[in-house]
């Protein structure tokens, strides 16, 4: 077809071809691909409309404005798309029968040499330039008045152009060529190499470049008598002053240190050297001064120099004394208000064997004074004072690197950087993508080192591709980045060396140049690698000109002042100290055993070397990277540098970027999942144990106990009645869900009949059960008694008492993805949505989980899982399938004393329930004492944090934990952790496990790839115990249920949205959710549903809800803003919340309406949820508890919702209390005397306010006392 490839890029010509005939004027367009000498370009042809220069028209026919129609094109095409010639021809050539002769269009050079407006160069810089255009280009007969990028050029050959006018000594810049386009225009700005640079100024007035007066000097105590001079701070010296005055001026960060040991050396020799070295320098006899928010670096004239000799000859050491003595010069520090900030520390050493004298010279130093490149440059410098050679002199002073930035365009540099970094959206922080491994702030290290053979083939690449091997270095830690990192716009800092080629000397200067710069890169997935490392060296070839802007101040620039946008730096060696140590032609001294201490406050610090080997450093903080994270990215970083090179036409997004570190540890992940059979169906499995087992005892509820032969009998019987109501096979029921023996009978009997059940929460609001009816679809809804009002449209099946009632087995075919439930779930939308469970995944599902929890005929549970939550299905399901006896709590929330008296009662050997109601359940235990002897405990439907899972396994002495976890699309608990009650929880939350039966877990990022190994990213399962998808919606079970890249065609993956990292043995961590779905309860709530309803509230205009984490779990807030101005707050928040309460389920109501004026917004006009204010939880109108029982309860509300002060008018719950927090209070009140009645949990929801409570207590108990 026409698609061809530019510079990476996959092009439609016919694209362009349509956007230029868009264009005014022009006729007709024809855009073809030729060749140029750096690969295809776009050449496009026009020929303008005939009245073109008429009436309305500026300009003739023949004179279409090829510039202005490029700048219209780049408007709204990637640069790629534009083309790089426009040629203007009166009419196309055509073919016999018509059609365009693409053929017979002309060269874009032979264009060029036949139009009118052709002007030869007429200066030596002109025809110098033109010469070099035409190398570059390929173009003959280039004219003084067209435009570089008209004509092919682009930001690659703008280098090579860049390149070549210095070879012929023409000083220009990249940016010069985008500034002045034309030939003319270049070469008017186009000056001799031969030109000096910016002069040095010798006549120097003290402290005029401080801006300061002589008495403010003064005031400074800064006296010129024994000061040479007082200047500003560069920018990386503003920096490094702010870190060490925020530390105090310990050691650690940016203390260097050099030690050597130094054979054949005269003490006194090397004394002297330093001192000269001082005498020279004014950076050595420098201090640092902060007053008032500004900084100041004072020379002075002379300082003592701080040099120690000692002598440890005959003294019993090793290498471990002399490293402590290392690190105690190191640990000193300095303060950088006292000069000089270094010190040399001389040890004498027993001799050596031939008889000269060995040293360990230490030279301890701040990075303030000094980068690489003048440490490298002052070591030298030594070692010829000291050999007596003579030095150049005068040396050029750091003093004129600080006056050349004082003249330097800042306006220029940020509106660069603003523009670089428009795209910007968060801060690169590597370190969070690994858990933290400890508290240690100290400094560890790691090593890539490649033989000769490897680099040179890293150096090949590069070569081939046009670029340096430091852009193919940059290009493979962004890769790692966004990788670890999960972003597709990573940023780092990049150590640059600062030296301007402006100003003279500056290469010779002795100081801090070096600045370090952000390295911002997206994700790139259509270029091949070679484009896009060639795009990398171009921007970062940009980016030089503007080196000396303050990384303080870009960041600024993205509103992030005071904060780092980058965890993570790179600093390329050129100054290899050690080597020119050991180099000792021309020296009576030699070195050995050198060691180097340089470290920064960044957690991660890549040190490059790249001579004929290629060497990176892997500095990090313990505190931020464990050794084994550290071990992982350095593979990582190998990897991907031999992963680029050799794969310069290879498109990004086809890279194969999981190493065998992460493939390996995904597959141990899924190892212990093993398959099940999907057969036989559930409720066929049930009928098999009433036939074996026909008395056993299936269900108690209450004081009811159903053996199996009445449970299947009674469903059996219930069949034919429905059958008889109109239900058939396939067909969808709604089914109240009341916690009565009825209950499990009828959903029994729907399964057997063929049809699904739609469990409906008879405590839902009328509008919330009517969207659900309508949405699903039901026709029918069984129900006990009677007494929920449902739509008029849907049928009522009374199911009030089926004892007594038997009947023979349905004999209705199924097959494994026949539906056996729905069960809906929040929707972003604000619409419910319904997930449709089938047979075989649900089958699979349960004869899976019930090995897992070890259930038998010897099996008893406790149920008090709410029958709206899956969770509660696959319970009752396993429990029975296996023959076990399941014990069912009634419509009451229980308090944790009848929960232990039950479980004691009935023998249960298992338990399972949500993660906050087990640990109520584990505080009373620990004050009552004697926990059930329950075998199994099991937690679901939301995170068990580390705390609770401690309190449950030490209190509760179970001998097993499950934890389950699982969206209701993955069929309930698709990973389990099952460990005994001895093993511990590392991390924040209790791990969820592996994979359960016929399925798989995946961690992959954004674009499905495999995340690297220990870090974070979304869980996706796949196999066959997913959902059928989303009742009635294929378009979100499209979006949700995607393709499996890694299984069998037609296989399926969900997408969780959680997420979670894989733990060295192969479990899944959970860490958080992705989205803004969030766990209330145990609930699975989406807060777009909830802001959807809110913002649909006549009140309010715009809305917002965020979940806050809380002792007891999370807490919904909604923030809502008034459509009319003046609305009182208070008012509004309780219409909100009444409103809200006639929609939603409880769990989904916020516990606090926050009324705002505005909702704070980003600079993309998004809600800041940062910046949305905290809510206090105290009361809203204060009123003091007076009776000394209002005092007892307001004091036990303070201490369960850990907040402090509760009014006498506060609502429990708008304090953030719920009903497991009201459990609490309740069990609270009964150990408190003062209190004088008995307060039932059904008191305090409908009385939620301390006076409410007490007014309306029955009359013979304590009244309260009402005020004077």
């Not at 077809?1 to 230029?20: F, S």
């Not at 028209?57 to 790089?84: F, G, K, N």
């Given at each position: ?20 005939r ?106 110098a330039?033109a ?7 390929g ?20 280098l ?93 960060d ?5 030690a050597?040991?130094?054979t ?71 303060d950088?208000a006292?000069?000089?900030?270094q ?6 050493l027993?001799?050596?064997a031939?008889?000269?004298s ?18 490298a440059?002052l ?10 050679r ?43 993508a690994?858990?933290?491994?400890g ?28 670029v ?7 290009a ?27 100003l ?27 484009s ?7 921007r ?17 620039f993205?509103?992030?002042?005071g904060q780092?946008?980058f965890?993570?730096?790179?600093v ?43 060497e ?10 464990s ?74 509820v ?9 449970l ?18 396939n ?12 209950t ?8 057997k ?56 087995a ?6 494994s ?29 349960c004869r ?6 070890e ?7 406790l ?36 929960i ?7 023998g ?50 179970p ?68 959902a ?26 969900y ?7 894989w ?12 989205d ?25 205009r715009?809305?917002?809800v ?6 007891e779990?999370?807490r ?97 719950f ?13 069990s609270?009140?009964r ?38």
């Open positions: 077809d026409d698609q061809v490839k530019i510079r990476g890029h996959r092009i439609e010509p016919g694209e362009v071809e349509a956007r230029l868009a264009l005014p004027g022009i006729a007709q367009a024809a855009v073809l691909a030729r060749p140029a000498p750096s690969g295809l370009q776009l050449v496009g042809y026009i020929t303008p409309h005939k009245g073109h220069g008429q009436e309305g028209h500026a300009q003739e026919s023949h004179a279409l404005d090829t510039a202005r129609i490029r700048a219209a094109l780049a408007a709204v095409l990637p640069e790629a798309m534009v083309p790089a010639h426009l040629v203007v021809l009166d009419s196309f050539p055509l073919t016999p029968n018509g059609k365009l002769d693409r053929r017979a269009l002309p060269t874009p050079e032979a264009a060029l040499a036949q139009a009118d407006d052709y002007v030869a160069p007429r200066t030596p810089t002109e025809t330039l010469a070099i255009w035409a190398e570059v280009l173009i003959p007969n280039i004219g003084v008045n067209q435009n570089f990028f008209d004509i092919g050029g682009d930001s690659i050959s703008a090579q152009v860049v390149s070549r006018a210095r070879d012929a000594g023409w000083a220009i810049r990249p940016r010069d060529l985008f500034r002045h386009p034309s030939l003319e225009e270049l070469a008017r700005i186009a000056t001799a190499t031969e030109a000096q640079p910016t002069a040095i100024v010798t006549e120097r007035v003290f402290g005029e470049l401080t801006g300061l007066s002589s008495a403010e000097l003064t005031a400074l105590g800064i006296d010129p008598a024994v000061m040479e001079d007082v200047y500003p701070l560069s920018p990386m010296q503003q920096g490094l002053l702010f870190h060490a005055l925020q530390r105090d001026g310990d050691g650690g940016y203390v260097n240190q050099v050597v040991t130094v054949g050396l005269d003490a006194e020799r090397m004394r002297g050297a330093w001192e000269a070295l001082s005498a020279r320098h004014a950076i050595l006899r420098t201090r640092f001064l902060w007053r008032e928010g500004a900084a100041q670096q004072v020379v002075h004239r002379a300082v003592p120099l701080p040099f120690t000799a000692e002598d440890w000859r005959g003294q019993a050491f090793d290498d471990g004394r002399l490293a402590q003595a290392a690190a105690r010069e190191h640990a000193r520090g300095f950088p006292e000069a000089p900030l010190r040399i520390r001389l040890i004498r027993d001799d050596a031939d008889g000269r060995r040293y360990r010279l230490i030279w301890t130093y701040h990075h303030i004074l000094l980068d690489g490149w003048s440490t440059r070591v030298s410098e030594l070692l010829q004072t000291y050999e007596g003579a030095t150049a002199s005068p040396q050029p002073r750091y003093r004129d690197h600080i006056a050349w930035l004082a003249g330097r365009d800042e306006a220029a540099s940020e509106r660069f950087w603003r523009k670089r970094l428009e795209a910007f959206e968060a801060p690169t922080r590597l370190a969070d690994f858990a933290r491994k508290t240690q702030v100290r400094h560890n290290r790691r090593y890539s080192r490649l033989d000769e053979e490897e680099t040179r083939q890293l150096k090949d690449f590069a070569r081939s591709q046009g340096t091997l430091s852009t193919l270095i940059q493979a830690w962004v890769l790692l980045l966004q990788r670890y990192t999960g972003q597709a716009r990573v940023t780092f800092g990049l150590a640059v060396a600062g030296r301007p080629g402006e003279a000397g500056a290469q010779e200067m002795i100081g801090l140049f070096i600045n370090t710069l952000p390295i911002s890169e997206d994700r790139q997935p259509g270029l091949t690698v070679g896009w490392l060639r795009s990398v060296q171009s970062s070839i940009d980016m030089r000109e503007h080196e000396q802007t303050p990384l303080g101040t870009i960041q600024g993205v509103g992030l002042s780092s946008i965890d993570s730096i790179m390329f060696e050129n100054y290899p100290l050690e080597e020119n140590l050991r180099d000792r032609e021309g020296r009576s001294i030699a070195f050995s055993d050198f060691e180097s201490v340089d470290v920064t406050n960044y957690p991660m610090d890549l040190k490059v070397t790249a001579e004929r080997v290629l990176i450093e892997y500095l990090y903080l313990l505190n931020h990277f050794d084994e994270d550290a071990e992982r990215i350095r593979e990582t970083m190998e990897h991907y540098l031999f992963l680029l090179a050799g794969r310069g036409e290879t498109e990004i997004g086809s890279l194969p970027l999981a190493t065998p570190r992460d493939i390996a540890l995904k597959n141990l992940g899924n190892a212990r999942a093993l398959p099940c059979p999907s057969t036989p169906f559930v409720h066929e499995a049930i009928a098999e144990q009433a036939r074996r087992r026909p008395d056993a005892i299936a269900l108690v209450g004081e009811r106990r159903l053996s199996y032969a009445e299947d009998g009674r469903a059996n019987a219930l069949v034919q009645r429905l059958r008889s109501e109109g239900i058939r096979p067909d969808l029921v709604g089914l109240m869900v009341e916690r009565h023996e009825e499990f009978v009828a959903m029994l009997a729907v399964l009949l063929g049809a699904a059940y739609l469990p409906l929460d008879p405590r839902l609001p009328e509008q919330r059960l009517a969207m659900i009816t309508a949405s699903s679809g039901v026709r029918h809804v069984l129900d006990r008694d009677g007494s929920i009002v449902l739509p008029s449209a849907i049928v009522r099946v009374t199911i009030a008492d089926t004892s007594g009632t038997s009947g023979p349905p004999q209705d075919e199924l097959h993805e026949s539906l056996a439930y729905v069960i809906y779930t929040s929707g972003s939308t604000g619409e419910p949505k319904g997930v449709s469970v089938a047979h075989g995944a649900l089958s699979m599902h899976a989980t019930g090995a897992l929890y259930t038998n005929e010897e099996t008893c549970e149920h008090v899982i709410s029958l709206a939550f899956d969770g509660a299905h696959e319970r009752w399901l396993t429990v029975l399938t296996h023959g076990g006896r399941l014990v069912v709590s009634d419509e009451h929330l229980w308090a944790p004393q009848k232990a008296e039950v479980l004691r009662a009935e249960a050997t298992h338990a399972g329930m949500s993660p906050a109601y087990l640990q109520q359940l584990a505080e009373w235990i620990e004050e009552a004492g004697d926990p059930p002897p329950v075998k199994l405990y099991s937690f679901g439907g939301e995170a068990m944090p580390k705390a609770g899972f401690e309190r449950v396994t030490r209190v509760l002495k001998n097993i934990v499950i934890n389950g976890y699982g969206p209701t699309e993955t069929v309930v608990t698709p990973l389990v952790w099952k460990v005994p009650a001895s093993a511990s929880c590392a991390q924040a939350y209790a791990p969820i496990g592996f994979p359960v039966g016929d399925r798989t877990a995946l961690i992959l990022d954004a674009h499905l790839d495999i995340v690297p190994a220990g870090v974070a990213g979304e869980l996706y399962v796949g196999g066959t115990g997913l059928r998808g989303y009742h009635g919606q294929p378009g979100l079970t499209a979006d949700r249920f995607v393709p499996d890249p890694y299984g069998e065609p037609g296989s399926r993956l997408r969780t949205g959680d997420l979670v990292r733990a060295e043995d192969g479990t899944v961590e959970y860490l958080g959710r992705i803004d779905q969030v766990k209330i309860r145990g609930f699975r709530i989406e807060l777009g549903e909830v802001e959807a309803r809110t913002r649909a509230l006549r009140a309010v715009n809305a917002a965020v979940a806050q984490e809380a002792p779990g999370s919904l807030i909604a923030y809502v803003t008034p459509w009319e101005a003046g609305a009182a707050p208070e008012a509004l928040a309780d219409t909100v919340t009444a409103e809200l309460k006639k929609v939603l389920p409880d769990y989904m109501v916020p516990a606090r309406i926050v009324v705002l004026d505005r909702l704070p917004l980003t600079s993309t006009g998004k809600v800041d949820r940062r910046a949305l204010p905290v809510p206090d939880w105290q009361s809203r109108a204060y009123v003091a508890p007076r009776s000394e029982a209002e005092k007892a309860l307001a004091r036990v509300w303070q201490e369960v919702l850990k907040i402090e002060r509760v009014g006498v008018t506060d609502d429990f708008e304090l953030g209390g719920n009903s497991l927090l009201s459990l609490r209070v309740i609270r009140l150990r408190e005397s003062a209190i004088g009645i008995e307060i039932k949990l059904r008191d305090l929801m409908k009385n939620p306010t301390i006076r409410g409570l007490l007014r309306d207590a029955p009359r013979e108990e304590e009244r309260l006392e009402e005020p004077a």
